[in-house]
C-alpha cells in the first residue's frame, strides 16, 4: 500500500518557498508492509492404520456457507499426501498455497522419525 501527500500553500500561490520539509512540487510517498500471521490448525491421527478418513473444510466466502470434502486420505499418509488432498481448498477457495508437516509421536508421546513405532501423527 501507498499513501501519497503533496503540500500546497495556504493561499493558492504557484511560487510556494516554504522551508516546510515536505514542500515540493513533486509528490512525496510513503510504504507500508502489511505483517500477515498464516493460519495454522493441527489433525492428529490417532492409531494410524491401513483405514482412510477425510478433511471437511468450510468455504466462508459463499453465502451461505458451504461445506468443502477432501477425497480419501489414507490414515499413514505422509505430509505431502495429505497436503495434496486439502491443498485445492485453499488454492481456489483462498488463491493461497500451503504447508503441511507430519509429526510422529510413540507410546510415550515423544517425538519420533521412526514410522515402526509411531503411534499417532499430527500434520
Do not use: C
Not at 505422509?78 to 500451503?98: E, K, L, Q
Request: aromatic share 10%; charged share 15%; no cysteine.
Amino acid at each position: 500500500m501507498t499513501v501519497s501527500v503533496e503540500v500546497k500553500p495556504a493561499n493558492g500561490s504557484a511560487n510556494f518557498t516554504s522551508t516546510h520539509p515536505l514542500a515540493s512540487s513533486k509528490i512525496q510517498q510513503i510504504g507500508f508492509d502489511q505483517i500477515n500471521t498464516p493460519e495454522m490448525w493441527s489433525v492428529t491421527v490417532a492409531t494410524p492404520d491401513s483405514g482412510t478418513y477425510f478433511v471437511n473444510l468450510v468455504d466462508s466466502t459463499k453465502k451461505p456457507a458451504v461445506a468443502w470434502k477432501s477425497g480419501a486420505i489414507a490414515a499413514n499418509a505422509n505430509a505431502a499426501t495429505f497436503r495434496n488432498a486439502i491443498y485445492p481448498f485453499y488454492r481456489d477457495v483462498h488463491g493461497s498455497d500451503i504447508s503441511v508437516e507430519r509429526i510422529m509421536f510413540d507410546a510415550s508421546g515423544a517425538v519420533t522419525t521412526n514410522t515402526a513405532l509411531a503411534t499417532s501423527y499430527t500434520y
